[in-house]
């Protein structure tokens, strides 16, 4: 008999990123897509249903051998009511039933979850928290997401919205979010923020190192471009740089204190940055964090990087699928 065959499919701003895997979580094919998120959600989900019959190819199975999909998705999704009400980084999929919709498509049950959950389990369970039983994970990337894994369980909250870090309002008369509220985390301290922020530098004639970068890049500014730009002495993109970290680390101060977790995991492009992201939060939280709690939490880069959020889907999956033959 063929063991059981699981998708997971990881659906981001600019991303979608698909595996398949055998019941015991090895992952035998893997594929990804630019998100089409200006076609709207009829698109997005047959880019969602292709993604799955490409890793089946890939990996010369048959759909008679795909038991379940998970899908992992940024934006509010009710864990009560199964639909993602709102996707601050991909417009158009308000109300949005993934699990029924793509079910009808691949005829298999589809298991939806909030991808920043997906992710600190993921990682909890085989990264950098392995071992760890109370964990914050944040991506910092296209946006800021969190995703909370307290006594060894992800932690939901009533409807599913526990861990929204990101829209944390961190500076109330600031940028507007793409949850319609001004001054979010996300505003301020995510990759597409440096990259807004080192834009408008470039436009006001600020900036001549990260002007150069940008032009070596075809124009193009990320945050990467900006970290490489402060590192090489760009005083504005120092400026730019120290305003995201100095927000995300009274983010960060703040949920230690709240949740007092073991560890915190940072994932997401921006942690690419390593210490010139890192040592700064460190000492934030050791400077500004209740000092018990400051003493008893480890700061992590994360390790699976992509895989973060389909490796928590596979093991919900896992879960669910050991609840039904129980």
């Known amino acids: 008999m063929q063991d059981k065959l699981y998708a997971a499919i990881d659906l981001g701003g600019t991303k979608i990123y698909a595996v398949l895997a055998e019941n015991g979580g090895r992952i035998l094919s893997s594929v990804r897509y630019?998100?089409?998120?200006?076609?709207?959600?009829?698109?997005?989900?047959?880019?969602?249903?292709?993604?799955?019959?490409?890793?089946?190819?890939?990996?010369?199975?048959?759909?008679?051998?795909?038991?379940?999909?998970?899908?992992?998705?940024?934006?509010?999704?009710?864990?009560?009511?199964?639909?993602?009400?709102?996707?601050?980084?991909?417009?158009?999929?308000?109300?949005?039933?993934?699990?029924?919709?793509?079910?009808?498509?691949l005829r298999v049950p589809v298991l939806a979850e909030n991808d920043a959950n997906a992710a600190a389990l993921g990682e909890a369970l085989c990264g950098a928290a392995q071992g760890s039983q109370d964990v914050l994970y944040l991506t910092v990337s296209t946006g800021i997401g969190a995703g909370l894994v307290l006594g060894g369980q992800i932690y939901r909250g009533t409807r599913g919205f526990a861990g929204e870090a990101g829209h944390m309002v961190v500076k109330p008369d600031g940028f507007l979010c793409g949850c319609g509220r001004h001054g979010c985390l996300e505003t301020v301290s995510s990759g597409t923020a440096i990259a807004r922020m080192a834009?408008?530098?470039?436009?006001?004639?600020?900036?001549?190192?990260?002007?150069?970068?940008?032009?070596?890049?075809?124009?193009?500014?990320?945050?990467?471009?900006?970290?490489?730009?402060?590192?090489?002495?760009?005083?504005?993109?120092?400026?730019?740089?120290?305003?995201?970290?100095?927000?995300?680390?009274?983010?960060?101060?703040?949920?230690?204190?709240?949740?007092?977790?073991?560890?915190?995991?940072?994932?997401?492009?921006?942690?690419?940055?390593?210490?010139?992201?890192?040592?700064?939060?460190?000492?934030?939280?050791?400077?500004?964090?209740?000092?018990?709690?400051?003493?008893?939490?480890?700061l992590r880069q994360a390790t699976l990087g992509v895989e973060a959020g389909v490796r928590g889907m596979l093991c919900l999956l896992a879960e669910a699928e050991n609840g039904r033959d129980g």
């Open 34 to 105: 630019d998100t089409q998120a200006d076609e709207g959600p009829e698109a997005i989900l047959e880019q969602m249903a292709t993604s799955v019959r490409e890793v089946l190819a890939q990996a010369g199975a048959g759909p008679d051998r795909l038991s379940a999909v998970g899908v992992c998705l940024a934006g509010f999704f009710d864990w009560q009511r199964r639909f993602l009400i709102q996707s601050p980084n991909i417009h158009g999929l308000e109300q949005f039933r993934v699990e029924e919709r793509l079910s009808q498509k």
């Open 199 to 298: 834009n408008e530098a470039l436009q006001s004639g600020k900036a001549a190192l990260l002007r150069e970068l940008a032009r070596q890049q075809g124009g193009m500014v990320s945050a990467a471009t900006v970290f490489r730009a402060a590192r090489d002495g760009d005083e504005t993109a120092q400026e730019i740089i120290s305003e995201a970290i100095y927000y995300l680390g009274i983010a960060l101060v703040n949920l230690v204190n709240v949740l007092n977790p073991e560890i915190v995991v940072i994932g997401g492009g921006v942690s690419a940055a390593g210490e010139e992201l890192f040592v700064p939060l460190e000492k934030a939280i050791q400077n500004y964090a209740v000092p018990p709690a400051a003493a008893s939490v480890t």
